[in-house]
């Protein structure tokens, strides 16, 4: 297994923030499918998919990061539709330092580091 992989997941998932923040002043989704589900983004296809060895899969970092992953991409999509319906404020408030976004997005960020240097 490649740590790349999970490097560019960190890149990947840091943007979010940037894209989340852009929604909220926009009122505009960059895709269709937006950030609600944890299998569209490319992390979430190499992660889902066949790539990553069994060894990996049966890890307790890996279940941490697929748990997680969930979450950040729940949380993201709350954020999108509370901006979306008109809530900017709200979706504001998700995204500050101690905001379910922040909090949730920095969990995932420390346990994807935590595998890559466990590999």
């Keep these: 297994m490649d740590k790349q992989e999970i490097n ?3 890149s990947e998932h840091a943007l979010y923030k940037y894209r989340l923040n852009e929604l909220i002043v926009t009122g505009k989704l960059e895709s269709p499918k ?4 944890e299998h569209d983004c490319a992390f979430g296809k190499w992660f889902y998919g066949g790539e990553i060895p069994s060894r990996h899969r049966s890890s307790a970092y890996y279940h ?3 748990d997680l992953h969930a979450e ?3 949380v993201a999509c709350n954020v999108a539709h509370m901006a ?3 809530d900017r404020d709200g979706a504001r408030r998700m995204m500050e330092l101690e905001g379910d976004f922040n909090l949730v997005s920095n969990q995932m960020m420390e346990a994807l580091i935590k ?5």
């Design 72 to 74: 950040f991409h729940k």
């Design 8 to 10: 560019n997941a960190i």
């Design 115 to 119: 595998w890559r240097d466990n590999i």
């Design 64 to 66: 941490r990061v697929k």
């Design 84 to 86: 979306l319906d008109g």
């Design 34 to 37: 937006g950030p609600c589900t």
